[in-house]
């Protein structure tokens, strides 16, 4: 059972505009959302993370919007860059981001056209 | 080092031999934890180590699969007897606590079971 559901499974985008990666979740006890971004060849690395307490939070050209009550949450890039093109990943975690089990979705593949 | 360094980068191996793979974490980090991406898939918990506790194991696929880390550092992932779907790119991933989101990610083991 897939507890975190992440779409689309790719996308082609023009630079300067706002790619919208959405995430799914079912467990109500997940309390800590943190996106990782991954280069081909590399490991994934975090990006920027939210808690449920909050329905939005940005860290440069990167927002993270979340909704509770839906049980959903989605990244956006603003001014979309080539450099950008990355797989994204989304994943929930309970206790508040300490615990050390990841659910991750399956990934979305962001490529930003010149 | 100056990250997390995983060895080899890429293994072909024959179905049913056995295979190790190595994670050297970032100095001084307690953390340990491995996880497998398979293609087309989101990343998936093995198993994880924090300093001299029990490592958490619930994560592994089947007892093919085992890990042991040594001295508080080095860790080794081995499979045994590998099949077909054990291809997949296994990463591992350190940090100084036992919180994941702050853990920094090797760049991965590529193995395809031929």
């Known amino acids: ?99 050390y089990k990841l659910t991750f979705g399956k990934g979305t593949l962001l490529t930003v056209n010149p | 080092g100056a990250g997390v360094s995983q060895s080899p980068s890429n293994k072909v191996t024959e179905k049913g031999k056995d295979v190790e793979l190595r994670c050297d974490p970032i100095s001084g980090h307690t953390a340990l934890y491995w996880y497998r991406q398979s293609l087309g898939q989101g990343l998936e918990f093995l198993i994880y180590f924090q300093g001299n506790s029990a490592p958490d194991k619930s994560g592994l696929p089947s007892d093919r699969f085992s890990a042991e880390r040594t001295g508080g550092s080095v860790s080794t992932l081995t499979i045994q007897r590998t099949q077909q779907e054990d291809s997949a790119v296994y990463l591992c991933a350190s940090s100084l606590g036992q919180i994941m989101v702050e853990a920094f990610f090797g760049q991965g083991t590529r193995l395809t079971v031929v």
Not at chain 1, 44 to 56: F, G, K, Q, T
């Open chain 1, 1 to 99: 059972q897939q507890q975190v559901k992440q779409s689309p499974q790719s996308l082609i985008v023009q630079k300067g505009g706002i790619p919208i990666i959405n995430c799914a979740y079912e467990n109500t006890a997940f309390d800590y959302f943190p996106w990782y971004q991954q280069f081909p060849g590399k490991g994934p690395a975090l990006l920027i993370a939210i808690r449920p307490d909050v329905s939005e939070k940005k860290e440069g050209r990167f927002t993270i919007s979340f909704n509770k009550s839906a049980k959903q949450f989605s990244l956006h890039i603003m001014d979309s860059q080539p450099g950008d093109s990355a797989t994204y990943f989304c994943a929930a975690s309970m206790q508040g981001g300490s615990n």
